[in-house]
T-cell receptor, first 115, second 110 residues
């Protein structure tokens, strides 16, 4: 069964460092998403990506964040200068999209710890 | 905000009992979905109900949708210990954007 894969599963970084989280969405999906979940809390929308551009982003997704689909398979989230409050689980998701969107398929997440 | 809110925040029941979780949302929607998350794992899709549907079943799951009240409920019948997880509703209003609620943490006691 196709699945969304994310790497790394866990990354520890120092405050101020750049972090890149990687995702391989399901191959025939058209919409890609990043969500964030601070431990035990709600799942927060960060950004959606379609047709090689951001289609929507939340207030959380400020200038420190960027996304890229560099090679047609990977979908990356970059945090330019990490802060303590960026510590969270980051989930990538993809969907087929369309007029009637279907389900989101999630990866297992990348846990980011900022020290 | 389009984000939904589930209640209760936490629910603890005995195995074999039914579990009911509710979701309220604020804006008009195209679809509402329910997801499950085991501790520390990704979210897994359970069921989707369209805005023109009122009820949907899938195995031991029953979902209702009341668009006039902007609310949905998820019923898990004959619960099992393996149903222990967090359950989230997600709404999409336009452009394939999905917004999640705060989640209900369900504990099923064997």
């Amino acid at each position: 069964e196709p699945e969304v894969t994310q790497t790394p599963s866990h990354q520890v970084t120092q405050m101020g460092q750049e972090v890149i989280l990687r995702c391989v969405p399901i191959s025939n999906h058209l919409y890609f998403y990043w969500y964030r979940q601070i431990l035990g809390q709600k799942v927060e929308f960060l950004v959606s990506f379609y047709n090689n551009e951001i289609s929507e982003k939340s207030e959380i997704f400020d200038d420190q964040f960027s996304v890229e689909r560099p090679d047609g398979s990977n979908f990356t989230l970059k945090i330019r200068s990490t802060k303590l409050e960026d510590s969270a689980m980051y989930f990538c998701a993809s969907s087929q999209g369309g007029i009637i969107p279907g389900e989101l398929f999630f990866g297992e997440g990348s846990r980011l710890t900022v020290l | 905000s389009q984000q939904g809110e589930e209640d209760p925040q936490a629910l603890s029941i005995q195995e074999g009992e039914n579990a009911t979780m509710n979701c309220s949302y604020k804006t008009s929607i195209n679809n509402l979905q329910w997801y499950r998350q085991n501790s520390g794992r990704g979210l897994v899709h359970l069921i989707l109900i369209r805005s023109n549907e009122r009820e949907k079943h899938s195995g031991r799951l029953r979902v209702t949708l009341d668009t006039s009240k902007k609310s949905s409920s998820l019923l898990i019948t004959a619960s099992r210990a393996a149903d222990t997880a967090s359950y989230f509703c997600a709404t999409d209003a336009w452009r394939n954007q999905f917004y999640f609620g705060t989640g209900t943490s369900l504990t099923v006691i064997p």
